[in-house]
């Protein structure tokens, strides 16, 4: 069967992943080493996904702030751990200025940094030292501060929305007075990202501890979403973390508590970035291209009337006022009235993922009838309705496209986790191919016979068990 | 008379803006050269203008992406008036990776890229770069994008919002088939900003074009937003530039006509920054802070119950109510329950300029009434009213501020614009400490003459006359 993307998951997911992204016109790689370029209809996506995530933060009693793209080294240098976790990747200014030398625009000699700068991989620094200013007393705490930021790590094998040099989150950064209410605060903002995959993004998150050797460099407790792809890796969705007294003690954010004494702060942050779009790109879609959660999609419904020369006027003005009417139900629609082919613009939108799929023709028009198809279930869900009870179901055929991506994930993924008794029960399956994850005692992997296993199939802890942490799951990863 | 901020705008303006900042808890000079960090109410204003302008800017048929904050050097150096206006205040990104050598952390000389990257001063350069490849045909045409990002122009006399080495925009790049429609273009979207403006920021402006001497580095013409300050000194708000096809010709920004014509295309770019935050600042504040139009306020009533110790929970609960009361019909409202005392409170919202303070005793609400005062008017507005009336007519009441806010500006702006015949009246307006703009024959300002008084006056040509274009504004500027 001809698909619309070549080649096909079970062919080669990896390209097909490249194709999918092209022919959804999502992204492209920039002329910029790692770098992203992320075209309107992708950043559309994001723009979703940021708004709704950024209300659910603000209804916890975070305020959004900015604070700047560089840092200074020093700043960088203070916590050990971390700057050991960043320092191989960081992006360095180092001048002010260019200048004409020989022919050619070169950095100026004349205006080199005496300290250099580092653009942002993260700030718990350059935030720690402000809330070093701004906490003074209890009464300031909690203080609760977000950004929406671009920030850098550079990356040498760049994978768009998956990996690349630059990319786009929010980093929350909690202060609090005890280490009791920093964990819970750590915990909480884990299970917020929890709710709004689910709920957002239709995607079931693995949700656990990072181990010791996995966790954020600076953190004493990483919590994770972890992600099943189609192809059984593992994607690192989302973190939340416990800092413990780190960044408290190397900013100097203290507080005068109710008795009087001076003490150290407690802080944690949490993060989730544009790999998220990743997630739900490699999640949802199929052969045909993208396949978007109605909640995230920029066009809920996209509107294609097949016209013939002579009706084609009538038509389109026809299907303008039903788009209108489903604008004023609060419902995302495009009206594809462009003069491409009717069956281009079908398979335009298949390819990018819109959630219902309306066609009308000129007869359809007359008898005042549409055929809707659902973009998740494809030929099979094709109907063709009264356009009134198309207009009166819209939502609830929305909201059902939408628990159904999410059952259909959660199904997919109970074939995907697999129990091992013991280190040889891992290794025959990944031997054999088997693929997601894989449920084992921790202690089993902290052994050097692990780490043969590690760097042979690349796999890595992805996270423990929430409900036995004596258990941990490995997988290959993103 | 006692002033909640000193030094008053008439002993020293400049001062009395740095202190007006700090007051409102805007915002503060990062430790990072040049570089402001935005507090969370400073941030919560430019999400409300960012919002409703992004709003209007998608009205327009714009579709919003986004561009690498890199732009390679070489890039940047194809249109030569762009790397002439730029190259002075770019910084540069020279390495990869950090190394820990001889006890100091430092850019790893083993990670030195061959071709250093600029943080983007703009973006004309690197969207051109993208659009050479996306405009193929006639049928590409017009293609709208824009993107809200932060930008980077070293700054040596940084001051808050006014001018920082980082800081934050939108900037909209378009393409035309013909100049015709760009040229048009450039006018419109600089009419967009005034409507805006004067909409939502109550700002009138005075718009018109640039003379050749204060045009973009890479532009044929540049239409410009200029506002008058309390202290009668320019700020540019906004410009919109016609780029001819200097981008076009330097990028390869071509398209096949329908005749099967290769044609040059012609582009337009256009950008506001949080620059506008200091004229929203700076125009409508007075000697007790910031007053902020209720378009753009994060909170447009402030709810300060008057508590005495034994009313205290029963008032609170009283104002939390009423506050909720004010959310269902849409109105941004903060209930002040915190322990600070009332007069502390009430005093805290008058610096941070929320439109109406509504005040609330045990007595009042025994008799169902509440006492309102305008931030703007001050104490000769205030008056006490039934709180059904007060719910009823809130959104009345803050539309007349915002509409009143306008109005004494435009006021305010009539007494600060003066026209001088020739250059001795302007040497002797500027000699005799006369604020504001000046207009003035545009050919008096091509000479040497005009220039000695640009440098002693430290004036400026701000932009022509667009009722007669033969005439300038000349002006101090910020």
Known sequence: MKTAITPTRSENFSEWYQNLIAAADLAENAPVRGCMTIKPYGWAIWELMRDTLDKRIKKCGVQNAQFPLLIPINFFNREAEHVAGFAK??????????????????????????????????????????????????????????????????????????????????EGHNVFATHEEANADARKMHRVYGDYMREMLAIPSIMGEKTPEERFAGADHTYTLEHIMQDGRALQAGTSHDLGQH??????????????????????????????????????????????????????????????????????????????????????????????RAPDKMWKWIKRGVPLRAEIGAREMD?????????????????????????????????????????????????????????????????????GFFRIKYDLTTNEKFDALMEKYKISRRCLDDNDPTYVYVAKSY
């Open 247 to 340: 960044f408290a003690k190397s900013f100097g954010i203290q507080y005068l508590g109710p008795d009087g004494a001076l003490k150290h702060a407690w802080t944690t942050s949490w993060g989730v970035t544009t790999r998220m779009m990743g997630s739900v790109f490699m999640t949802h879609s199929d052969d045909d291209g993208l396949v978007l959660p109605p909640a995230i999609a920029p066009y809920q419904v996209v509107i294609i009337p097949i016209t013939r020369e002579d009706t084609a006027d009538a038509l389109n003005a026809f299907a303008q006022k039903l788009g209108e009417q489903l604008e004023n139900i609060d419902v995302r629609v495009l009206v594809d009235t462009s003069d491409m």
């Open 89 to 170: 990747e960081a992006a360095v200014v180092t001048h002010y200025r260019l200048k004409m030398i020989d022919g050619t625009l070169q950095p100026d000699p004349d205006a080199k940094l005496t300290e250099p700068y580092v653009i942002r991989p993260t700030s718990e620094t350059i935030i720690g030292e402000a809330m070093s200013r701004w906490v003074q007393s209890y009464r300031d705490l909690p203080m609760k501060l977000n950004q929406w930021v671009n920030v850098m790590r550079w990356e040498m094998r760049p994978r768009l929305f998956l990996r690349t040099s630059e990319f786009y989150w929010q």
């Open 367 to 435: 008898e005042n009838n549409i055929t809707v198809t659902r973009r998740d279930l494809g030929k099979s869900s094709r109907q063709t309705m009264t356009i009134d009870a198309f207009v009166a179901d819209v939502k609830n055929m929305l909201a059902q496209i939408q628990h159904d991506m999410y059952d259909a994930v959660v199904r997919r993924n109970e074939t995907m986790i697999h129990n091992v008794a013991d280190l040889s029960a891992l290794e025959s399956a990944l031997a054999n191919g088997k693929i």
